[in-house]
């Protein structure tokens, strides 16, 4: 559809003047997170009693999770046990379908390992993952219950290990993962943005949806119709 409204055309140095005024605005804004950063690596730590996940391999200890490095990022999927795949979290799936094999080789560069946990049943999980095409390593939480408590997905949880001990360094959930989402971040650069109700958007901008709703295209996850 042809958008109703678009931004006031102007000449070469006015939009620059113009960009120079948000650049300033920008930078407050990168250290601002630069500062926000500096006091998540300043939280204290939580210690994790003893934990047990089931992967490939059946049954394993938190600790094995970390691969060998210090720190793990863990996301919590959502899921909808005995469900097909179109059913699935469209939230869930969008998340990781960012999160390859190149982007793990740079975390892991940097001593941190990535891992997902549901509390799917493991079979379910592992055929949801094969069906996507995603590689990172998935364990199910269906029997584990000295995990904190979280809602039933959507939580990105960081843990540092020490010898034989793991700590709990941080947890984010709704807006927070967004670090995870990179098309939302590319799409905030866009002249229309997400396109989602709650955006403040001048008038006569393309009609708003509802946060996510447009993850999901004709009955299923977005990120599935790239493997029908």
């Known amino acids: 559809m042809k958008p109703t409204a678009t931004p006031p055309i ?13 650049l300033l605005r920008e930078k407050a804004h990168t250290r601002a997170g630069d500062a926000l950063a500096a006091a998540r690596r300043r939280l204290p730590m939580l210690r994790m009693p003893p934990v047990t996940v089931v992967g490939r391999d059946g ?27 179109e059913k699935q979290c469209p939230g869930c799936t969008h998340s990781q379908s960012a999160m390859n094999a ?62 034989d001990e ?12 967004e670090a995870m989402l990179p098309t ?16 403040d958007s001048p008038p006569g901008w393309p009609n708003q949806d509802e946060p996510g709703s447009w993850w999901d295209r004709d009955g299923r996850p977005v990120a599935q119709w790239t493997r029908l």
């Open 59 to 85: 049954p394993l200890p938190l600790q094995e999770v970390f691969e060998g490095r210090r720190m793990l990022i863990v996301y919590h999927f959502m899921w909808h046990a005995g469900a097909p795949h």
């Open 102 to 163: 190149a982007v793990r080789a740079y975390l892991a560069a940097r001593d941190v390992s990535y891992a997902v946990f549901s509390s799917g049943p493991w079979d379910e999980l592992a055929a949801y993952r094969d069906f996507m095409g995603w590689t990172a390593p998935w364990y199910s939480t269906a029997d584990s219950t000295a995990l904190p408590k979280i809602r039933n997905g959507g939580d990105l949880r960081c843990y540092l290990r020490d010898g």
């Open 184 to 199: 939302l971040q590319l799409l905030d650069l866009t002249v229309y943005g997400r396109q989602e109700k709650w955006e």
């Open 10 to 22: 102007v000449d070469r140095d006015e939009w620059e003047r113009a960009r120079a005024e948000l």
């Open 166 to 177: 793991v700590f709990q360094t941080y947890e984010t959930k709704w807006r927070g993962i």
